[in-house]
C-alpha cells in the first residue's frame, strides 16, 4: 500500500484548505487515519475513516475539519475549514488492516503512512 499526500501550504487563519491522500494498492476495508504533528509535540490523532464510513474527529477539529474519502478513486480527504494557527503541523495520511483502530483514540501507530504534507496556519 502506498500513499502519497497533496494539498497543503500556507494560509491565513480562518482560511481553508482540503488535503488529499491518494492510495494505491489492496486497501479494501481499512482504517484511514490523518494525523499531525507540530515541531517539539507528540503526534495528534486528527481523524480518522473506518469501513462503513464512520468518522471521527479529535475534539480540538471537531466542526471545523472533515474527513471523507472517494471510494471510485480511492482517495482520502480532510477539509479544514476556519483554520487557527495552532493548527500548524505536518499532516500526515495512514492507514492500516485492523479496523479496530478506528476506534481506539490512544492508537498512533498505523501501518501505513504517507511522507506527510504541510500545513502553516499564518498572517
Known amino acids: 500500500v502506498q500513499l502519497v499526500e497533496s494539498g497543503g501550504g500556507l494560509v491565513q487563519p480562518g482560511g481553508s484548505l482540503r488535503l488529499s491522500c491518494a492510495a494505491s494498492?489492496?486497501?479494501?476495508?481499512?482504517?484511514w487515519g490523518w494525523f499531525r504533528q507540530a515541531p517539539g509535540k507528540e503526534r495528534e490523532r486528527v481523524a480518522t475513516?473506518?469501513?462503513?464510513?464512520?468518522?471521527r474527529h479529535v475534539d480540538s477539529v471537531r466542526g471545523r475539519f472533515t474527513i471523507s474519502k472517494d471510494t471510485a478513486t480511492n482517495t482520502l480527504y480532510l477539509q479544514m475549514n476556519s483554520l487557527k494557527p495552532e493548527d500548524t503541523a505536518m499532516y500526515y495520511c495512514?492507514?492500516?488492516?485492523?479496523?479496530?483502530?478506528?476506534?481506539?483514540?490512544?492508537?498512533?501507530?498505523?501501518?501505513?503512512w504517507g511522507q506527510g504534507t504541510q500545513v502553516t496556519v499564518s498572517s
Open positions: 475513516f473506518a469501513p462503513g464510513a464512520v468518522t
Open positions: 494498492g489492496e486497501t479494501i476495508g481499512m482504517c
Open positions: 495512514a492507514a492500516d488492516r485492523r479496523t479496530w483502530v478506528c476506534y481506539d483514540v490512544a492508537v498512533r501507530t498505523f501501518t501505513y
